[in-house]
Nanobody, 126 residues
Framework: QVQLVESGGGLVQAGGSLRLSCAAS????????MGWFRQAPGKERKFVAA????????YYADSVKGRFTISRDNAKNTVYLQMNNLEADDTATYYC???????????????????WGQGTQVTVSS
């Protein structure tokens, strides 16, 4: 059974940093794309970042490009989201997700992802 467990959320002041972690278990993720999405209250879930487990290619939403970095640790089966220079608009629940299929297309589409974590709250105070 696939499990994705996020951690690392919290309250931070604007301009600060947080690192989210997503511990993945239950299978080998070599042929998966791993993504981070976020959802603010009353709004739809939005793409933040993604990467193929089999390569170092990374993909970002325009709103976080240059501030956020997605990475992984193969030995720990963990995906990270380093968030720097946080803004109030970054406040949301952040979700880790896994999509079957080692291809680039549709990486930003939440409906294409097969597995989701429970989410971790990030609150940025201005």
């Amino acid at each position: 059974q696939v499990q994705l467990v996020e951690s690392g959320g919290g309250l931070v002041q604007a301009g600060g940093s947080l690192r989210l972690s997503c511990a993945a278990s239950g299978r080998t993720f070599t042929n998966y794309v791993m993504g981070w999405f976020r959802q603010a209250p009353g709004k739809e879930r939005k793409f933040v970042a993604a990467m193929r487990w089999s390569s170092t290619n990374t993909y970002y939403a325009d709103s976080v490009k240059g501030r956020f970095t997605i990475s992984r640790d193969n030995a720990k089966n963990t995906v990270y989201l380093q968030m720097n220079n946080l803004e109030a608009d970054d406040t949301a629940t952040y979700y880790c997700a896994a999509r079957r299929g080692d291809y680039v297309a549709d990486y930003s589409q939440a409906l294409r992802y097969n597995y989701w974590g429970q989410g971790t709250q990030v609150t940025v105070s201005s």
